[in-house]
């Protein structure tokens, strides 16, 4: 409770001072980069790119990085934004939570006249007329390239579990649709796509898939509770870095298994590639890693956002920043993007 306070207060003095400005002769644009939430490493990268993006612009843009404090539903994030439009910044890039929320807090941007980008997490097809272009990963690939590393591990299938994030955050359905697309051999018709009930040997187990809802410990827990349940499972696949990002937790649990993981009796291939992560995966705690460019994503933004204020055309739609695929043969460097 103390924790949201304090981000309802941070986030409230800052809409304030957007409120307040200081005089036309020193105009600069104000851009929001409102992540999923700031308690994550993940986003950290996408501030860090946001803020390099500011440097450099001299003085044009303020990189206004607000959102929750803490892991949620969205109503939150959402609500946060819909007050970004009211006190009418100059831009929003924003990672949706949940896409149906977002698009209602959205509504009033197009009426303000204020360019919304979205980075990381997209709006559903039906709502993205309210953005101009998406800007991050191609999350249907990272799915793919998840299960293909399974594959190499396990190439005659076997049982599996998939960990992933909030059940209404776009970007996790789709990550999830490219995993059992790829495993099944067929393509689905929609995000998060069909369950796997033994298409090409492969077969999600009971209780699976799991939803975080970005709550790492909850993560961990969920992670040790299914291998613990499942002590024959072959693999396991979380769609973001989720039990990661708490590595003295994860490491409690995943060195349990350290021998699987090794022979290649439980494929552990896991989303991300945080220097941490990494770290990890050379420890021999995941077999593999696909990895985003979160810093890409908040630098671009910013760019796109200032060159949209001064009239030049939106940039395309997708612009994707990339992705990287990491073993723990190529740990050393398989990391690419802007840092």
Known sequence: MLRF?????????????????????????????????????????????????????????ECLYIGPGEHGGGDEEAQIVADLITK????IAVSPANAAAMAAALQGAAPAKIPVLTWDSDLLAKDKALRLAYVGTHNYEI????AKLAQQIK?????????????????????????RDTLSGTKSAEAPGERLTGQNGWKEVDGCPLYTDDDFARAVQQMEDTLN????????????????????????????YKDKIASGALALVVADTLPVQ??????????????QRPFEMGYKAMYFLKDIKDGKAAPADPTYTGLDVCTPKTADTCVGGGS
């Open 88 to 91: 009418k910044v100059d831009g």
């Open 155 to 179: 190439p005659k299938g076997g049982t599996i579990c998939i960990q992933s994030g909030g059940a209404a955050a776009a970007n996790h359905n789709e990550r999830m649709q490219g995993i």
């Open 278 to 291: 990494i770290d990890l995966m050379k420890k021999g705690l995941s077999a593999g890693q696909v990895g």
């Open 5 to 61: 306070l304090l981000t309802t207060a941070i986030a409230a003095g800052a809409l304030m001072a957007i409120a307040g400005g200081s005089g036309a002769a020193d105009k600069k644009y104000t851009f929001a980069l409102v992540p999923k939430n700031t308690n994550n490493p993940f986003f950290d990268q996408a501030l860090a790119g946001c803020k390099k993006a500011e440097k450099e612009l001299n003085g044009a843009v």
């Open 143 to 146: 799915g793919v390239n998840l």
């Open 229 to 256: 349940k499942y002590p024959n499972l072959d693999a396991f696949i979380p769609t973001g870095g989720f039990p990661q990002f708490l590595p003295d937790a994860y490491t409690n649990v995943a060195s349990k």
